[in-house]
């Protein structure tokens, strides 16, 4: 994985509450056995009319481009429904390394985490702060401090992540490249321990 610790980037808004990891990305897209490729099919159903490119819905943000950036910011209960990892994968392969809602479902938050998506939940008050704001405002999100920051008003919000999670994602490591991360320790150990 690649490595998360500062995120300055405009965002693209989708103020839209409840979203399910079936709007995220449709069922129908879940056949690859690999990460890439889903980026296209991210909110399939609401980027186009009849499942047709040809006809991009003006009405939504992605289409848009004005609305560009590394990060999502998204209504409350983002990523409830179903506990499909692919949903994380595609907000990945589109290019959002950090979503922003003022509530995620857990399944969803650990998939993100897992996958080098930071998810950072802000309070309801924070989030419509965060909506708000025109389409060239940037937000700084800093994984080490763990804040997030509106910087064209300088209205700043802490959010919380698990330890392991922090680090990993510090140091662009899965579950694995953090075991071997360790192996000088262990093998150290093994030593001393004759």
């Known amino acids: 994985m690649k490595a998360l610790t500062i995120i300055q980037s405009r965002f693209v808004p989708i103020n839209i509450e409840n979203i399910d990891t079936d709007q995220i990305i449709p069922a129908r897209f879940l056949k690859a056995t690999t990460k890439d490729g889903f980026g296209k099919n991210l909110f399939r159903d609401w980027r186009y009319e009849n499942d047709d490119e040809s006809k991009p819905r003006t009405d939504f943000p992605l289409n848009h481009s004005q609305y560009t950036g590394d990060i999502l910011v998204a209504g409350k209960n983002f990523g409830c429904g179903s506990s499909r ?26 998939n993100a985490l897992n996958n080098g998506v930071l998810a950072v939940q802000v309070s309801d008050a924070f989030l419509e702060k965060i909506f708000a704001q025109g389409p060239d405002t940037e937000l700084l999100v800093d994984l080490e401090k763990q804040s997030i920051t509106i910087l064209s008003t300088g209205d700043s919000a802490a959010f919380d992540i698990n330890s392991y999670k922090k680090t990993c994602l510090l140091n662009g490591y899965d579950d694995i490249d953090y075991l071997l991360s360790m192996k000088p320790a262990i093998e150290k150990f093994e030593t001393e321990r004759g």
């Open 85 to 110: 990892e692919h949903a994380a994968w595609s907000i990945l392969d589109y290019g959002f390394r950090v979503v922003v809602s003022s509530f995620f479902a857990d399944i969803f938050k650990n």
